[in-house]
């Protein structure tokens, strides 16, 4: 990308290349986060957060997290990720116990029907990223892109202060 000289007006502020690009990338997150999102509530009937949660509590193995980690995992507030676990305890999604390191936290963990459901909503989410997020993409590009979002996510996390 050339470095544009400053901007002066709203017409080169909306035609600025960098502005340009990144409107493109997150326009692109966006639709593809819905058409994935979608194919996942309709096919599986959990939404793309619980998907994300389902993945969050698989990497974390049997023993569970904190209702804490999960909030910052997803980013959600203390309230947020309440309700999200209320809703999938409700499925049969996960399950809450007594945290042994924390007499007065609890811990979620997958229940079987977690496990089935995340097993199952992965195949169905694999497909849809390689259909809609990698074969558009020439196959020669395909390793680069990924480097590429790899070193763009790490910059933005690292830019980001620490959450407690």
Do not use: W, Y
């Not at 999102?37 to 994300?52: K, T, Y």
């Not at 305890?89 to 996960?94: K, M, Q, R, S, T």
């Amino acid at each position: 990308m050339v470095e544009q000289a400053g901007i002066t007006t709203a017409k080169q502020a909306a035609d600025h290349e960098l502005i340009v690009a990144f409107g493109r990338l997150l326009g692109t997150a966006n639709r593809l986060e819905h058409i994935l999102g979608r194919s996942i509530e309709r096919e599986c009937g959990i939404s793309h957060l619980m998907f994300e949660v389902l993945l969050v509590l698989g990497r974390a193995g049997g023993a569970g997290l904190p209702m804490k980690a999960i909030g910052r995992e997803q980013v959600l507030t203390t309230g947020g990720v309440t309700r999200l676990v209320d809703r999938m305890e409700d499925a049969g999604l996960v399950s809450r116990a007594d945290d042994p390191d924390d007499r007065r936290g609890r811990l979620v963990r997958l229940t079987p029907l977690g496990e089935e459901t995340v097993v199952r909503a992965s195949e169905v989410h694999v497909e849809n990223i390689r259909r809609h997020f990698v074969e558009p993409l020439p196959a020669s590009h395909r390793e680069r892109f990924a480097g590429d979002l790899r070193v763009l996510g790490h910059a933005a996390r690292d830019a980001l202060p620490r959450l407690r």
